[in-house]
């Protein structure tokens, strides 16, 4: 597990209300980051704001990250996530992205939005996170 590994397990400890079943599915992203040969990732913290895993592969020459896992903390009661990519990297087979130009790093960007316990979306947003990171390994 990358460094970040202490600040990351003590947020999690912390996170104690979860009604939208956002820590579990942060956990599983996580999980599925630290799985994939070639893929570190970075935490940082920004209380009140979101608490980020940025995820960047060996191959990356070019760009810093592939994908910006944010815990959304605007309300901590009911934290959130905003997945993020680079739009050319991943696709929205069922259109469920918010495209935001410049979004990522100053470019253009698809953003999933986790904002229910909705397994099917949790699902679809972990094959982009497979999808990206065999897009950078190639990178």
Not at 26 to 34: C, K, P, S
Not at 85 to 113: H, I, Q, R, T, W
Request: hydrophobic letters at 45%; glycine letters at 4%; one cysteine or more.
């Amino acid at each position: 597990m990358p460094d970040c590994s202490v600040a990351l397990e003590g947020f999690l400890s912390d996170w104690k209300q979860d009604p939208l079943c956002a820590k579990q599915a942060f956990v599983a992203y996580r999980d599925i980051l630290t799985g994939l040969d070639g893929v570190d990732f970075d935490f940082k913290a920004r209380p009140g704001i979101s608490y980020s895993l940025r995820a960047h592969h060996a191959a990356q020459k070019e760009r810093n990250l592939f994908v910006l896992v944010d815990v959304v903390d605007d309300e901590p009661e009911n934290r959130w996530l905003s997945v993020c990519f680079y739009a050319d990297m991943v696709k929205d087979p069922d259109d469920v992205a918010d495209f935001v130009p410049e979004g990522l790093m100053g470019s253009d960007a698809l953003c999933f939005n986790l904002d229910e316990a909705d397994e099917k979306m949790r699902a679809y947003i972990a094959d982009r996170l497979v999808e990206a990171a065999e897009a950078a390994a190639k990178a």
